[in-house]
């Protein structure tokens, strides 16, 4: 058999197009797995009454989206319920990201925004759901979690864990049936493959522009949550919707052209 050896700088070439079309691919939203809607009065209405909006909380109302879309469960099967809410500018790419999912089969146990569990994160971890948008601050502190700006996606807190070590130097895990995840192998001797890990989707969170994944934390390390950074989020939050929907395609671009440029992930972050 003859093997075809290419030059290092075509063969840095052909890489850097087949990157580009990838995202290009991945980045065409497809209505009929996922649709985004507006966060009409009635339903901002449900969102101050169940405690997941405040009057402090960093956007707005009109600042939000629905994203609707189908996914596939753990037993195989396609799912129509899919729901989360995020902040406009970034809904498109969400879209986008939830129809990906479905199309490369990531499994997920459910997805029900926030209202349905009253803002209740852990009740909403230990139901294993994949959300975003809820108005509270961080673990351990007074800062607006990222999650309050609808930045922030959470995806099978059961099979990734959110991980702290407590006061008595013992590891939180958070829900407490995620300790059966804390080895993050996939595949191990004797044992099925497991389903709904994050580490399968860092590269198409991030090329949605989700390019912080905690993960990749020392402490806490919460392995469901990707979002974007902080920084980044208080700039969206500022702008008009179609500035920021602006602004958050530049960052995308951004993160695909330095990975077009054969830069590891963890360069390309913000």
């Known amino acids: 058999m003859r093997m075809h050896i290419y030059p290092p700088h075509l063969a840095s070439f052909l ?8 995202c290009l691919l991945l980045a065409t939203p497809r209505s009929a797995n996922a649709t985004v809607h507006d966060v009409d009065a009635a339903l901002c209405g449900t969102l101050r009454q169940s405690g997941v909006l405040h009057a402090s909380a960093p956007v707005r109302c009109d600042q939000l989206r629905v994203v609707r879309f189908n996914y596939v469960d ?23 990201l939830f129809a990906a999912l479905r199309e490369r089969g990531f499994a997920l146990a459910g997805a029900r925004s926030m209202q349905h569990f ?24 007074s800062a607006p979690s990222l999650h309050a700006y609808g930045l922030a996606i959470d995806i099978n807190p059961v099979q990734n864990p959110f991980v702290e070590i407590g006061k008595d130097g ?10 059966s995840y804390l080895n993050r192998q996939k595949e191990r001797p004797g044992k099925p493959v497991r389903k709904g890990m994050a580490e399968d989707v860092i590269e198409l969170f991030a090329i ?30 500022a702008l008009p919707t179609e500035k920021a929907q602006t602004a958050f395609e530049q960052h995308v671009k951004a993160y695909r052209q330095c990975r077009a440029n054969n830069k590891p992930r963890t360069a390309c972050i913000d």
């Not at 890489?15 to 990838?22: D, E, H, P, Q, V």
């Not at 994160?121 to 673990?139: E, K």
């Not at 013992?170 to 300790?179: F, L, V």
């Not at 994944?213 to 700039?235: C, E, M, N």
Request: glycine share 10%; net charge negative.
């Open 208 to 237: 949605h522009g989700f390019t912080i994944w905690g993960g990749d934390w020392d402490a806490p390390i919460d392995y469901q949550h990707f979002q974007v950074s902080r920084t980044l989020a208080k700039r969206l939050a």
């Open 15 to 22: 890489s850097a197009i087949f990157l580009a079309i990838l």
């Open 74 to 96: 753990f037993d195989g099967k396609l799912r129509d319920d899919g729901e989360i809410t995020v902040m406009a500018a970034v809904a498109d790419h969400v879209s986008a």
């Open 118 to 141: 009253r803002g209740d994160d852990g009740a909403s971890m230990r139901a294993n759901n994949t959300s975003a948008f809820n108005d509270r601050a961080i673990v351990s502190g």
């Open 170 to 179: 013992k590891a939180q895990i958070s829900p407490a049936a995620g300790r």
